[in-house]
């Protein structure tokens, strides 16, 4: 599968942005989905994770209650929804794929193809 990141830039802490993840294939509605990021010197962190029809979703603390993930599997797109940003959600979003068909993906280690990422800076 071929994930192409959308919609990252420079906003201003407490403004919003909507990441969008565009896969290639037909078999996407059997991917779970994740997006992770990493902030300069830093490890790559999970941020978010839905199952493959969308009725299970789980978010890193950090981020829940600001962050939303949803998917249409009929464009073969995931999207993150991001309120309320904070200076110390700058990084760069990668979007993934985890093709076991489990629910869902919490570690960055379960997933099999990503994005090239797309940047996120929130400037306070």
């Known amino acids: 599968a071929q994930l192409v990141e959308s919609g990252g830039g420079l906003v201003q802490a407490g403004g919003s942005l909507r990441l969008s993840c565009a896969a290639s294939?037909?078999?996407?509605?059997?991917?779970?989905m994740g997006w992770l990021r990493q902030a300069p010197g830093k490890e790559r962190e999970f941020v978010a994770t839905?199952?493959?029809?969308?009725?299970?979703?789980a978010y890193a603390d950090s981020v829940k209650g600001r962050f939303t993930i949803s998917r249409d599997n009929a464009k073969n797109t995931v999207y993150l929804q991001m309120n309320s940003l904070k200076p110390e959600d700058t990084a760069v979003y990668y979007c993934?794929?985890?093709?076991?068909?489990?629910?869902?993906?919490?570690?960055?280690?379960?997933?099999?193809?990503w994005g090239q990422g797309t940047q996120v800076t929130v400037s306070s």
């Open positions: 993934a794929a985890e093709t076991a068909r489990t629910n869902i993906a919490t570690r960055a280690g379960s997933y099999d193809y």
């Open positions: 294939g037909r078999t996407f509605s059997n991917y779970v």
């Open positions: 839905i199952n493959w029809n969308g009725g299970i979703t």
